[in-house]
């Protein structure tokens, strides 16, 4: 039971973070955080659970980061199901909180692409044209992929597990980087559905990309590292 509270608190401060970041301070004028600073944002909160409570459930607060250590052989299958819940719910809460505080300064809107930093494909949000469906799928599979692999080394039993954190942290952020122009950036299903329950509509019919993409993603990041990269000795 310690290990779901883990991570239904630590995929809380996920979204809240930096769902919130994104919300909240990312386009205030002249003293907004940018997407550097949302960024920022998301990599901080994965950093900072990472060492607050990953010691108590392997600080995975992401449904795909649980299902790829399942394929590397690092994670009982008999975990699965619970633990994504508890990601589920942790996401949820949070971005209920940050649909409360909205409310409370009357600033909530859930209309186009991207509102309350739900993610989006083929949606002219911060380009002329938006990228294509393909585009997005790539991106999120991708840029999964290699978080897995970051991860997967990072805690490896031969590395030095003490900077572990900081390692998955940055790579966060590297990754927000690069892809909140493409999609908003999701590479977490569960991040992905807590907004998306709370503005409807396009956003959920497009959620099973975000799903899809970052779960591909990190099986074959699992693989490969179990495969080709992980020392059997």
Known sequence: MRKLFAEFFGTFWLVFGGCGAAVF?????????GLVGVSLAFGLTVLTMAYAVGHISGGHFNPAVTLGLWTSGRFSSKEIAPYIVSQLIGATAAAGVLYLILNGGNAFSAEGAGAFATNFYESPV???RGFSMIAAFITEFVLTLFFLIIILGATDKFANGKFAGIAIGLALTLIHLISIPITNTSV??????SQALFVGGESLSQLWLFWAAPIAGAIVAGLIYKNLLQDKK
């Open 25 to 33: 301070a990312a386009g205030v004028p002249e003293i907004g955080i």
């Open 126 to 128: 911060y380009n002329d």
């Open 188 to 193: 977490n299903p569960a991040r992905s559905t």
